[in-house]
């Protein structure tokens, strides 16, 4: 799909229609010709639609490679995070009676799934710990090697690199929002004039209005104001 929802789609395809109708159609150029909606003009409305279609298609595809931002750091967190843990669980084993080491490697505060707050932990405690050869050699009594404390910061690199590009992506995102949102306004407001124009210069022929796509009131309707409750 070329949109994220139906209802932009329709909004460009309608209004393009109504443009090019204008510009195309003799009587109802000639007519709001009158009220100096050019050819140029249109033009010029029809630039805005394409630079619209242009701006919401690259928010799209932003808002897209967010998604799969979040989800290739998850990925990563998936990954890392069991083996952490899992380094974790034999430090505090065998520094359950140094509560200076605990503090160093900040194992004396409860563990964080807030990912920022899980970075730190994670990278400060293996980046101390690799302070601390002794700990290292206690640990690899139970097989936690060198290596593999090096494989798990590894690991929480890769989480931090990812959410680097998740924060990168969200920021992208935001602001090819933001500039879709600002043409969307600009474009509207210029449409604003353009229906006005039509019409006030269509007015003896209402037929013309729906070949624009320009609802019109039947003549003796009159809009029904709901009863309070």
Sequence with gaps: MLYKTNRFADFFQNSRKALVNAR?????????????MTAERIEEGLTKIDNLVTADRNKTELHGLQLLAREEMKRVFAEANP??????AFTKLHCREESAELAKLLLNEPRTRVINGWIRQADTFYSNLFHNPGLIERLAVNAVTVEKLQAGHEKVMRVSQARVKYTEAIGMAQVATDQ????????????REFIYVCKAALKNQPQLLEVLGIQVLSNGYRRQIPERQ
């Design 83 to 88: 083996l952490y843990m899992e380094h974790v």
């Design 180 to 191: 879709r949102n600002r043409l969307l306004a600009e474009f509207k407001y210029w449409m």
């Design 24 to 36: 195309d159609d003799k009587n109802i150029y000639s007519l709001i010709l009158e009220y100096n």
